[in-house]
């Protein structure tokens, strides 16, 4: 079975989010890591591979840089990445990306497509079902647990009233939930062994994308203005001048808090 695992690169949990005042974009500049649920979707694949034979490829679209968070999916196990970086990429939306992803998907012509349930920089959740319309694929999304039986696939989610048993006919698209499973840590081996593993970079060109599908131009989200959340309640900001900790205890005091 070929199985391929939709991934992204994020900013790291430990790093303070801003947006950029110039492209209203998200700041990507800071420390990044693979997105947490994508960790358990590329888990799910390698304990699939393992019962059952095959191959697993990693597939993202993002800057070079990205490759770093594709090398800690091929370090836990899997056999080899495949990214799309090209500069008139940059700024897709979910449309935009959905298009792109499903371009490289139909390259790869995997039985199983593989996506954590949701991004932590965007939160949007709905990405897997984006690219299952453009690959005309059947879509079971929120899985805690996943079984592939033969030419089909089983998931079961969690639900306000109880549990859905979803069963769908392969090839199919499936998004997991971090309840699926605990993700292994790479070994020393599988680090070393993952930087001789074939990673692919391929340009929109390489993928047949219309320069006018991706990237600004091929996105259909605008930003029209940004600004600072407004103030909650009765709140004071105190710039320290030397004197901030005894105005602090002043209005402490003040609300007899002392």
Do not use: H
């Not at 006018?212 to 709140?235: E, F, M």
């Amino acid at each position: 079975m070929k199985i391929a695992v939709c991934v992204k690169q994020v900013p790291d949990a430990t790093a303070a989010k801003r947006l950029d005042p110039v492209t209203r974009r998200l700041d990507r500049s800071g420390e990044s890591a693979l997105n947490a649920t994508d960790v358990n979707a590329v888990e799910e694949a390698l304990r699939i591979k393992e019962a059952a034979g095959g191959e697993v490829v990693v597939v993202s679209l993002g800057p070079e840089k990205a490759l770093d968070s594709l090398r800690k999916a091929l370090a836990m196990g899997a056999d080899r990445a495949v990214l799309v970086s090209d500069p008139d990429a940059a700024g897709s939306d979910l449309v935009a990306t959905s298009y792109v992803l499903a371009k490289a998907l139909e390259r790869e012509s995997a039985d199983l497509v593989l996506f954590g349930q949701q991004s932590s920089d965007s939160d949007g959740a709905v990405l897997w079902a984006a690219v299952a319309e453009r690959l005309r694929r059947p879509m079971v999304s929120q899985v805690a647990e996943l079984t592939v039986d033969g030419g089909s696939v089983t998931g079961k989610r969690q639900t306000e009233f109880g549990y859905d048993v979803i069963s769908a006919p392969l090839p199919a698209v499936v998004a997991v939930s971090d309840a699926i499973n605990e993700p292994r840590y790479p070994s020393l081996k599988g680090i070393m062994s993952a930087k001789s593993k074939p990673t692919e970079t391929l340009s929109l060109a390489d993928i047949a994308v219309e320069a006018d599908r991706a990237g600004a131009a091929g996105s259909r989200t605008t930003v029209i203005a940004l600004a600072p959340p407004p103030p909650k309640g009765d709140q004071i900001k105190l710039e320290d001048d030397g004197s901030a900790a005894e105005r602090l205890v002043e209005f402490l005091a003040e609300r007899k808090l002392l």
